[in-house]
């Protein structure tokens, strides 16, 4: 199964999706300095607004979501993960459909009158809440194709920089290199340091792909 083991990009795709669902303006805001996650530090920041948010919705609905150990998040696999997820799911379903309109329920009265009456709001909301149902769908589709966009040019932004750097000479690195500093050693830069960590980008480019494409194809 997906969670046997750590899956962190799974985790990361699969709790972006369910805390959207949620509230997808309030996602979107929340995490927009971290998403879609390219390096360690976005990676940190992106748990750590996840533990912040979950505590929130347990501290409002105590009874669906009981208090998780954070510690949880930072490897995101095994039985205790899976049970938690398994737990958040069936709260964001209820949300969901809480959300989508009034709890629908079959009409008691005898009188034939407000049974008609009755039944023509059951059909009324069923629709209401299967178009809710359709719109999210289609939204959910728009976000995955423009995600698909900005993460594939955001990967040949980091390939482009990559080759430069492979094939531009040390004494021409200064303009590229002076937002990392962390790559000067002895006043001179460390190619290979700098080379690694655009590796690093962009092997999570590639992950974020992939990830992407396995959800295209789940909600094709």
């Not at 369910?18 to 996602?27: A, D, F, G, H, P």
């Not at 966009?149 to 990559?162: A, C, L, R």
């Amino acid at each position: 199964a997906m969670f046997d083991y750590p899956n962190p990009v799974a985790f990361q795709q699969v709790f972006y999706y369910l805390l959207s669902l949620l509230n997808q303006e309030k996602t979107r805001l929340e995490f927009r300095d971290c998403w879609p996650i390219l390096d360690k530090k976005q990676e940190a920041e992106f748990r750590r607004k996840v533990v912040n948010t979950v505590k929130e919705y347990q501290k409002e609905f105590p009874l669906d979501l009981p208090y998780t150990n954070p510690s949880l998040f930072q490897s995101p696999g095994g039985r205790r993960f899976v049970t938690f997820l398994q737990t958040f799911s069936n709260f964001v379903l209820k949300m969901y459909v809480e959300k989508s309109n009034e709890v629908l329920s079959k009409p008691s009265t005898k009188n034939e009158k407000l049974r008609r009456v009755a039944f023509q709001g059951l059909v009324k909301s069923t629709r209401a809440a299967l178009e809710s149902g359709i719109t999210a769908q289609a939204e959910l589709k728009k976000i995955v194709a423009e995600s698909e966009v900005s993460i594939q040019q955001i990967g040949v932004k980091y390939f482009d920089i990559k080759k430069f750097l492979e094939e531009a000479p040390e004494d021409n690195l200064n303009e590229v290199t002076r937002i990392h500093s962390e790559v000067f050693k002895h006043g001179k830069v460390d190619k290979a340091k700098l080379l690694a960590s655009y590796d690093e980008k962009c092997v999570k480019v590639r992950e974020l792909q992939d990830a992407l494409k396995d959800s295209t194809s789940e909600h094709d």
